[in-house]
């Protein structure tokens, strides 16, 4: 079958730095996404990596290996407003080329 | 800035009724799609399309149907809710090119209860 694996819970300080890990198994894969969501709200993108290495996007990278099938998301200068709850997705093969999506990283964050 | 919409977004209804749930959006995607999410779970997709006339299944099991006659509109219908129906429905759509399905873009969401 196909899943993602991520932390359930990650726990950090106001302006610390974060890293949140996904590992995927999929039948094909063709990019790692990342998503925002907040309590009662709608996903949001944040980032995309289709090939190894680090994409940066201001306070947030996100890191991808194919070889390992292993991600993360970098979140830098963590702000009370990024408390969310984060999910990585996989656009793998399968029957229907379609995003599978971890069960998401709650983050919160203490002053 | 994605201007994709959905009505109702709070819905509670009872055993059997018919309901469909409004999705559209103003950015032209060809594609577009349903989830279904529960309260701190992942999303699990339940219906998809690549354009007008064309809607594919997900690999979640759905007792709803979909329906694509304009670019714009994606509305998904169940025709006899049931409270395993109860959940948040989500709709997105995506660009044709370049990121394509890894990039999406959500509505603000169809919260359901069925009681």
């Known amino acids: 079958g196909q899943s993602l694996e991520q932390p359930s819970e990650v726990t950090a300080v106001e302006g610390a730095i974060v890293q949140i890990n996904c590992t995927y198994q999929?039948?094909?894969?063709?990019?790692l996404s990342w998503y925002q969501q907040h309590d009662g709200g709608a996903p949001t993108f944040l980032s995309y990596?289709?090939l190894d290495g680090l994409e940066e996007t201001g306070r947030f990278s996100s890191f991808l290996s194919r070889s390992d099938s292993y991600g993360y998301l970098l979140l830098q200068e963590l702000q009370m407003k990024d408390s969310a709850s984060y999910f990585c997705?996989?656009?793998?093969?399968?029957?229907?080329?379609?995003?599978?999506w971890g069960a998401g990283t709650k983050l919160i964050i203490k002053p | 800035e994605a201007d994709i919409y959905q009505t109702p977004r709070y819905l509670v209804i009872g055993t059997g009724k018919k309901i469909t749930l409004e999705c559209s959006q103003t950015?032209?995607?060809?594609?577009m799609y349903w989830y279904q999410q529960d309260p701190g779970m992942e999303l699990h997709l339940i219906h998809y399309?690549?354009?007008?006339?064309?809607?594919e299944k997900g690999d979640l099991s759905s007792e709803s149907t979909v329906s694509r006659i304009r670019t714009e509109h994606f509305p998904l219908t169940l025709e006899s809710a049931r409270p395993s129906h109860t959940s948040q429905y989500l709709c997105?759509?995506?660009?044709?090119?370049?990121?394509?399905?890894?990039?999406?873009?959500f509505g603000p969401g169809t919260r359901l209860t069925v009681l």
């Open positions: 997105a759509s995506s660009v044709p090119s370049g990121r394509g399905e890894n990039e999406q873009f």
């Open positions: 399309s690549y354009g007008v006339n064309s809607t």
């Open positions: 990596n289709a």
């Open positions: 997705a996989v656009r793998g093969g399968g029957s229907n080329y379609q995003l599978i």
């Open positions: 950015m032209g995607h060809d594609k």
């Open positions: 999929t039948s094909g894969f063709y990019g």
